[in-house]
């Protein structure tokens, strides 16, 4: 049940755009995005709900597709502190008790 | 404030001995949580605790205890440590049972 994330790792130059897929074999209810950086802890990006609205955070949004169960993250002209390690988690029930992760996608941001 | 607080950061242990890592946070947060991370593996959950006085098991709770001594403080015990208990291992709250998780900074864990 675990999500499966793609790319496992993405390398880009600096400005440049990404995008960073999510999917699940089972309905979802949610999917979480975090991203952590090399030995620090994962760090909150947002979340998006099943029926909700395509959600933003500064350059980087994300969107939810109920009908594909998948979730989309998209980072436009990236800068260098965009590297890092991005999980996405999703929810079928509601409670982030069953919030599974996936195993990560590596981005690598250049000057 | 702090958020959320971990210790020990660092801990080798043998296999067979026992060790407690403890979590403390500072949001007023009901739950609780307790993830192991490993290489390829993203996040797994171990405990959770949606409030004082009550847990259950997450995904791998194998060979793992948990206390939730407080609203504040949630400790996760391995009773006799195995090398497969390698790992890092993440403490995190929530407000309710849904939302935004807010993690420490981690325990890096090595059984010999």
């Known amino acids: 049940q675990q999500p499966v994330q793609s790319p496992q790792a993405v390398i880009l130059r600096e400005g440049e755009d990404a995008v960073i897929n999510c999917s699940s074999s089972k309905a979802l209810y949610s999917v979480h995005w975090y991203r952590q950086k090399h030995g620090e802890a994962p760090v909150f990006l947002m979340i998006l709900l099943k029926g909700g609205e395509q959600k933003g955070h500064e350059k980087i949004s994300a969107s939810f597709n109920e009908k594909k169960q998948q979730s989309s993250l998209y980072l436009t002209a990236s800068q260098l502190s965009y590297s890092g390690t991005y999980f996405c988690?999703?929810?079928?029930?509601?409670?982030?008790?069953?919030?599974?992760f996936g195993s990560g996608t590596q981005l690598t941001v250049l000057p | 404030n702090a958020g959320v607080t971990q210790t020990p950061k660092f801990q080798v242990l043998k296999t067979g001995q026992s060790m407690t890592l403890q979590c403390a946070q500072d949001?007023?947060?009901?739950?609780m949580y307790w993830y192991r991370q490993d290489p390829g593996m993203g996040l797994r959950l171990i405990y959770y605790?949606?409030?004082?006085?009550?847990?259950d098991k997450g995904e791998v709770p194998n060979g793992y205890n948990v206390s939730r001594l407080n609203k504040r403080e949630f400790s996760l015990r391995l009773e006799s440590a195995a090398p497969s208990q390698t790992s890092v291992y993440f403490c995190a709250t929530t407000e309710g049972l849904t939302g935004e998780l807010f993690f420490g900074e981690g325990s890096r864990l090595t059984v010999l």
């Open positions: 949001m007023n947060h009901n739950s």
């Open positions: 605790s949606a409030s004082e006085g009550t847990t």
């Open positions: 988690g999703t929810d079928f029930s509601g409670s982030a008790r069953q919030l599974t």
